[in-house]
């Protein structure tokens, strides 16, 4: 009992801090002066109390608390940077481009928050109002990685194939935002708005003993069809992730979204290493992305592979337990390399474990809202 006990005791400090905090210093210190970044000991405070709560790493029985826990630690971060870096003003409710005029909702705050940039409803009108999502950064210095997006949106949409569009976000616009108090400029992304989809991460938390494997059978292929068609377009995602996978249950849609860390494929077939991993996914990353080596387009086989056996926690039959085992193999040129050929092993693999293809509704209880950045 007291090795148990001991094991819970981060679990239930950091429940205890959470709960008793009635301002976001408490948690992560004193706001610099002058302002900025977040300083790295509040990053790591922060990380910290994330891994301790967060509800996928609950010890037995306790997710409920964990999940309460997070939604305020989390609650308690966006508050603590948005006094430390400021976000978008209430100035700042009309953003006019060469091209179009996006209004802001007006009061509405952040639809959500991501590693890095927080993203924002607005319309525009184009003979009719049109809905968007604005995603700004909230430090300037991750202006790369928010064009490094658009780029790979850009590159999709020229190179891939047409019939795959619906699996990516549809760029809008690319934007430029200067702080009118600091002259600060940061780069922003104008996407197209995406309804009633919920993300991997919304599906676990709605079936933590994983999903039957006949119902991730048509999410795997529509993220090997993902991955592979941005390869062939010469792009690696470098992120897939539970979160940046978002599923329509009812429509069996697919968007791979926040193209953020993506890179762009050299003629060697491999692209720079990843810039940086997603907080608390480390696990779900090859090692290559680890070691900080290139990136190839296996890297996100891997990566769509760890998603499916997230969202199934074990239940896999044993034939297509094997077929994953060789998707994520260490070395990733042992790997396959293209999801568009891949996809057709996996057809043959699940039609000797379950049969011809048919298809299954798909539903999530309705407790489970959709992800904010698919509503």
Known sequence: MSTEQDATAPFDEALHLIALADDPTALFGPLPEGGGDP????????????????????????????ATAFTRLTTCWSRYRDLVEGGLGLDDLTLVTRARTYHVRHGSGPLARGDIADLYEVRHKDG????????????????????????????????GRERYRAFYPDLVERIRHRDAATGV?????????????????DVRRAYPDGIDPRDAA???????????????????????????????????????????????????????????????????????????????????????????????????????????????????ERRPVDGLVLLGELDEALERVFGPRRFRPFHLPARHPPSPTGR
Do not use: Q
Not at 185 to 201: K, M
Not at 303 to 315: F, I, L, N, S
């Open 39 to 66: 300083p790295p000991a509040a990053t790591a405070a922060y990380r910290r109390l994330a891994r301790l709560v967060h509800p996928d790493r609950a010890p037995a029985g306790r997710a409920g608390e964990a």
């Open 218 to 332: 048509w999410m795997w292929r529509r993220l090997l069809v993902a991955v592979g068609n941005a390869a062939r377009a010469g792009v690696v995602h470098g992120a897939v992730v539970p979160e940046h996978v978002l599923i329509h249950p009812e429509r069996h849609g697919l968007v791979l979204i926040d193209w953020c860390y993506s890179v762009t494929v050299g003629a060697a077939r491999t692209a720079p290493h990843v810039p940086a991993m997603v907080p608390h996914r480390e696990d779900l990353y090859p090692p290559e992305v680890l070691d900080r080596r290139p990136a190839v387009p296996a890297t996100d086989v891997f990566m769509a592979t760890r998603c499916v056996e997230y969202v199934t926690a074990g239940r896999l039959p044993r034939p297509l337990r094997a077929f994953a085992r060789g998707c994520r193999l260490p070395a990733p």
């Open 185 to 201: 400029e940061r780069r922003g992304n104008v996407l197209g708005r995406l309804r009633g989809f919920h993300s991997l991460a």
């Open 128 to 159: 009719v109002w049109r809905e968007a999502v604005l995603k700004l950064p909230r430090s300037h210095r991750d202006n790369d990685l928010v064009m490094a997006e658009a780029e790979a949106l850009g590159r999709l949409r020229e190179r």
